[in-house]
């Protein structure tokens, strides 16, 4: 069973970047697709980015296409979201999530759950 940790969250101007890690523990995270999705206050959770096992796929939400990249690093067990140009409606609390099979937009395939972290952009 993956354990997933987030990290790297913060307060940012608009414009500015962040990079959000999210490390695996007890399994290797290469046995894993891996997503990102964000929550924000009084919205539902929604898709931002996701990767392959091998990080060969990659898909995004069209809002932050061009402005995100997500990325893996297996031999670090860490799969990243580098985050710029970011905008105030980037406000949310980001979640790393980690499925077996192939890569989803769907929150409701993904097994296990990191337990967020804050990223507040302001205007």
């Known amino acids: 069973q993956a354990q997933l940790v987030e990290s790297g969250g913060g307060l940012v101007q608009t414009g500015g970047s962040l990079r959000l890690s999210c490390a695996a523990s007890?399994?290797?995270?290469?046995?894993?697709?891996t997503g990102w999705f964000r929550q924000a206050p009084g919205k539902e959770r929604e898709f931002v980015a996701t990767?392959?096992?091998?990080?060969?796929?990659?898909y995004y939400a069209d809002s932050v296409k061009g402005r995100f990249t997500i990325s893996r690093d297996n031999a670090k067990n860490t799969v990243y979201l580098q985050m710029n140009s970011l905008k105030p409606e980037d406000t949310a609390v980001y979640y790393c999530?980690?499925?077996?099979?192939?890569?989803?937009?769907?929150?409701?395939?993904?097994?296990?759950w990191g337990q967020g972290t804050q990223v507040t952009v302001s205007s």
């Open positions: 007890d399994q290797t995270i290469d046995n894993y697709a």
């Open positions: 990767i392959s096992r091998s990080g060969a796929v990659t």
């Open positions: 999530a980690a499925k077996r099979g192939t890569t989803s937009a769907s929150f409701a395939t993904y097994n296990y």
